[in-house]
Nanobody, 125 residues
Framework: QVQLVESGGGLVQAGGSLRLSCAAS????????MGWFRQVLGKEREFVGT????????YYADSVKGRFTMSRDNARNTVYLQMNNLKPDDTAIYYC??????????????????WGQGTQVTVSS
């Protein structure tokens, strides 16, 4: 059974940093793009960023560009989201997701096959 498990969320003050991790029990992890999304209660799930299968390419939403960085370790089946200079607007549940095989730099939820359960990030002002 495929599982994606996020960790690293928590409460941080504005301007602070957090590093989220997502460990995947997915045999084809190393050939899939991975993504991070976030969601606030009552709003649609929002794209945050994606990293290519080999970690060589990344793409971010404008709202996090320059502050967030994605990376991955295929030997550990883990993807990371380093979040710096956090703002109260970054408060959300953060989800990692594994894309459908063969999809390049996916930014839509429909391009992702597997999802984690989410981890809460709260940024206080």
């Amino acid at each position: 059974q495929v599982q994606l498990v996020e960790s690293g969320g928590g409460l941080v003050q504005a301007g602070g940093s957090l590093r989220l991790s997502c460990a995947a029990s997915l045999r084809t992890f190393s050939v899939r793009a991975m993504g991070w999304f976030r969601q606030v209660l009552g709003k649609e799930r929002e794209f945050v960023g994606t990293v290519s299968w080999n970690g060589g390419s990344t793409y971010y939403a404008d709202s996090v560009k320059g502050r967030f960085t994605m990376s991955r370790d295929n030997a550990r089946n883990t993807v990371y989201l380093q979040m710096n200079n956090l703002k109260p607007d970054d408060t959300a549940i953060y989800y990692c997701a594994a894309a459908r095989e063969g999809v390049s730099m996916p930014r839509e939820t429909r391009d992702y096959t597997y999802w984690g359960q989410g981890t809460q990030v709260t940024v206080s002002s």
